[in-house]
């Protein structure tokens, strides 16, 4: 996994050199996206850099206006902080993203949310909000 990961840094870095690249922000996106993910595959979801690539790659897909790649993003630092425990920092993002969440038509991006959102409220015994978040996940 740690080959994979140095890969991605290179290849944000290559990015980084070739301005002219067309979309080097989707491009970036993309990156972020699977090594975020194989942060959180090598070291678990509570190293402190998972939540750190997640949130970098919601502020650049927001900054795009790349609503369905922010809410990825969003689900995963629900999910990261929900498990470190971080749930008043999950929350937070929940509520931040709600309304990005509905200008997202892909289902399994919605129901990739909501499972993560609905999931941290039922570990803070918000059971109404959490069973209102799974129903409409379904």
Not at 64 to 70: A, G, I, K, L, S
Request: glycine share 6%; aromatic share 8%; net charge negative.
């Amino acid at each position: 996994m740690d080959l994979f990961i140095r890969g991605a840094m290179r290849a944000l870095a290559l990015i980084d050199a070739n301005p002219g690249l067309p979309g080097p922000a989707a491009e970036r996106i993309v990156v972020l996206k699977y090594l975020s993910h194989a942060r959180q595959l090598a070291f678990g979801f509570v190293e402190s850099q998972v939540s750190e690539l997640w949130s970098l790659t919601s502020d650049l897909a927001t900054a795009t206006e790349n609503f369905q790649e922010r809410i990825v993003a969003d689900a995963g630092r629900i999910v990261a902080g929900c498990v470190a425990g971080r749930y008043a920092e999950s929350e937070e993002v929940v509520r931040a993203a709600l309304p990005f969440a509905e200008r997202v038509s892909d289902p399994g991006t919605i129901k990739t949310f909501l499972f993560a959102a609905g999931t941290l409220r039922y570990r803070m015994a918000m059971m109404a909000d959490s069973c209102a978040m799974f129903d409409r996940a379904l």
